[in-house]
């Protein structure tokens, strides 16, 4: 159904939830009108599976679409209805449409990645990880790796550094040395180890200042994050832009 058009940069966006086959999940899809097929980028919001954060939803989805990508966001169960697993049955699904309807999304499925956010970036990583993946180029942003903090997001996940293999996409992961939700040498580190073990590409940015949680770390998405920005670390985007334009 659609709910509403934006209009963002010379761009018409038609903005559509469709429900996905997983209980309590959908897809927001922001389908900009384009003679030919897009890059398109799967966004998964963080939240601790307590909540979809909004800062890491729309407002990403609009700065992709702005940079000519077709955006999507996975809304997946939260709250009373959260399960790790049902989560990346949502995550699978919602690649399983896109390319599925990707004639009429104007959608290059060669060109399809996908990025995430805090828990978000433990669902991008593990959908990333599986036999087949749909997924194209990952990005990881302050990314949950290992079920050592399980208890405060109050769901049982996995150490998806032992998803990695030799198939797995070239991945660019960014975070803070600030960080102390998911701490560098806890989550980040692992996991680039691993992805280096297996020849597969990584970019790592961890940057010097920022912190957990901040999206785009600019206004735009400081706005509905109590205004916490970071100058520097907002770079990311723009380094992430750049990495793509590296990959075969």
Known sequence: MKIKVLKNGGILMDIQNVSLFQSFSSLDVYHSNSD???PGIVIIPGGSYNRIMERDSERVAITFASHAFQA???????????????AKSAVAQAFDHIVAHADEL?????????I?????GQLAAAYSNIAHT????????????KPT???????????????????????????????????????????????RSHDVPVELHEFS?????????????????NDRTDEHMSEWFKLFLNWLKTLD
């Open 149 to 195: 903090i399980d208890d405060r997001m109050g769901v049982s996940t996995e150490d998806v550094t032992q998803l990695v293999n030799d198939n797995t996409p070239a991945t660019f992961i960014w975070g803070s040395f600030n960080d102390q939700v998911t701490p560098f040498n806890d989550h980040i580190l692992p996991y680039v180890q691993a992805l």
């Open 106 to 114: 104007n959608v290059d499925p060669n060109m399809l990645g996908i």
């Open 209 to 225: 200042t920022g912190n957990h949680g901040l999206a785009l770390a600019n206004k735009y998405t400081g706005i509905v994050n």
């Open 72 to 86: 999507f966001v996975v809304r997946y169960p939260v709250v009373e209805h959260k399960d790790y697993q049902a």
């Open 36 to 38: 030919k097929p897009l």
């Open 116 to 120: 995430g956010f805090s828990a978000g």
């Open 134 to 145: 749909k997924a194209k180029f990952v990005g990881l942003g302050y990314p949950v790796i």
